[in-house]
T-cell receptor, first 112, second 112 residues
Framework: NAGVTQTPKFQVLKTGQSMTLQCAQD?????MYWYRQDPGMGLRLIYY???????DKGEVPNGYNVSRLNKREFSLRLESAAPSQTSVYFC???????????FGSGTRLTVV | GESVGLHLPTLSVQEGDNSIINCAYS??????FIWYKQESGKGPQFIID?????DKRQGQRVTVLLNKTVKHLSLQIAATQPGDSAVYFC???????????FGTGTRLLVSP
């Protein structure tokens, strides 16, 4: 079983460019999440989707948009990348938050 | 605001020693806690969890202790091995809420 799959694994963008980070899970989980991880900052929630058809903002949503395409897929879009968005991005899913999360292996994004 | 934090950013131990990683949380309404392990270049992986109606829970070589009086959580790793070298995060959630809140992490370094 693949679990949570993120693409791409690495990406370099120029300031102002746009891109979409893809995430898919094969565990039939209801909830999906996007986090960013910066040195010394731990994991900060960008957006989450409690169930198919719903999305909500997390701690740091500015500069991002999300789409819950179906139950399996949850994408994160940067419309106009900024250097402050240089980070490692993790997607996660869960049946319910009380059961813990399964994380993908991350996307390392650099904005120059 | 609500927060989950760690006392020691880096813990260095010798192989075979027992390791203790600590975590403080500020939300007294939190009722579910999880420890995650993150190896370099990978996403966080579930280690062990504990609910607020418990004081202690044991897994394979790991034990989590919960002291609700002082809002403190600890992860004990017995006979620490080089493969235990990683960053460890605690996370908390309140029943009815959709999102885990993560601490900033502690790096465990195990020397042979």
């Amino acid at each position: 079983n693949a679990g949570v799959t993120q693409t791409p694994k690495f990406q370099v963008l120029k300031t102002g460019q746009s891109m979409t980070l893809q995430c898919a899970q094969d565990m039939n989980h209801n909830s999906m999440y996007w986090y960013r991880q910066d040195p010394g900052m731990g994991l900060r929630l960008i957006y989450y989707s409690a169930s198919e058809g719903t999305t909500d903002k997390g701690e740091v949503p500015n500069g991002y948009n999300v789409s819950r395409l179906n139950k399996r897929e949850f994408s994160l879009r940067l419309e106009s990348a900024a250097p402050s968005q240089t980070s490692v991005y993790f997607c996660a899913s869960s049946e319910r938050a009380l059961y813990g999360y399964t994380f993908g292996s991350g996307t390392r994004l650099t904005v120059v | 605001g609500e927060s989950v934090g760690l006392h020691l950013p880096t813990l260095s131990v010798q192989e075979g020693d027992n390791s203790i990683i600590n975590c403080a949380y500020s939300n007294s309404a939190s009722d579910y806690f999880i420890w995650y392990k993150q190896e370099s270049g990978k996403g966080p992986q579930f280690i062990i969890d504990i609910r607020s109606n418990m004081d202690k829970r044991q897994g394979q070589r790991v034990t989590v202790l919960l002291n609700k009086t002082v809002k403190h959580l600890s992860l004990q790793i017995a006979a620490t091995q080089p493969g235990d070298s990683a960053v460890y995060f605690c996370a908390e959630i309140r029943t009815g809420f959709q999102k885990l809140v993560f601490g900033t992490g502690t790096r465990l370094l195990v020397s042979p």
